[in-house]
């Protein structure tokens, strides 16, 4: 099972960097990673509509005024990094058409849209590393690696290398995501090619 602390040595051994025995320890390397690991792991799992992190949910329903062409809010899915679509389980297979707003009387963000019994499907922040897909694992460790070589080695070219082999590195997670969804019942019909927004 991977931690929180072995993603973090995986990034770290791209960057030819010792590895850390804690997040809490008094070292440089230690206290960039506390500071890059959340909002990186966010950028990587908003790419794309991971297996592992999709939710589907309905919603709850905001008593307030809806502005047209969205007639019906609701409340923001509390643990959604990013709503994909929408959908009403009366209308199979139709999905609906929404946006994210602010609603500054309520002080809170919402989805406007038009479906009256709204399910996100959404992606989730996991917050549990174990629950990642290896493919996934990998990509995110060199994305982390990307973003702290020129804090922690003032090497841009070894940047630059690391953003290319994260990017080739999320296309395969992305691929091998998008296959295990077609073998899914269910899924065939849909191609793969329809993920990318």
């Known amino acids: 099972m ?3 602390i072995d993603i973090c040595n995986l990034a770290l051994a791209h ?4 590895p850390i025995s804690s997040l809490t320890q008094e070292d440089e390397r230690a206290r960039r990673l506390n500071l890059f690991y959340e909002p990186v792991k966010a950028e990587v799992l908003r790419t794309h509509n991971w297996a592992f992190a999709t939710v589907q949910e309905p919603l709850i329903r905001l008593e307030d005024p809806s502005a047209a062409p969205y007639p019906y809010l609701y409340q ?15 209308y ?3 999905k609906y058409p929404f946006r994210e707003v602010f609603r500054r009387r309520l002080n809170q963000r919402a989805v406007e849209t ?11 922040h ?4 174990t629950q990642l897909d290896p493919a996934f694992v990998k990509a995110f460790a060199l994305a982390l690696a990307s973003d702290l070589a020129l804090a922690l080695t003032g090497d ?8 290319n082999r994260y990017a080739a590195s999320l296309d395969e997670a992305r691929r091998s995501n998008m296959c295990e969804e077609l073998s ?8 793969a090619f329809l993920e990318v927004r």
């Open 126 to 129: 996991v917050k549990d590393e």
């Open 76 to 90: 923001y899915p509390v643990e959604a990094l990013f709503v994909r679509q929408i959908t009403d389980p009366a």
């Open 114 to 124: 038009t479906a009256p019994q709204a399910v996100a499907e959404y992606t989730r």
């Open 15 to 18: 960057l030819g960097q010792e």
């Open 2 to 4: 991977v931690s929180k």
């Open 184 to 191: 899914l019942p269910g899924r065939r019909e849909e191609s």
């Open 92 to 94: 199979p297979g139709k």
């Open 156 to 163: 841009n070219a070894l940047a630059k290398l690391l953003f």
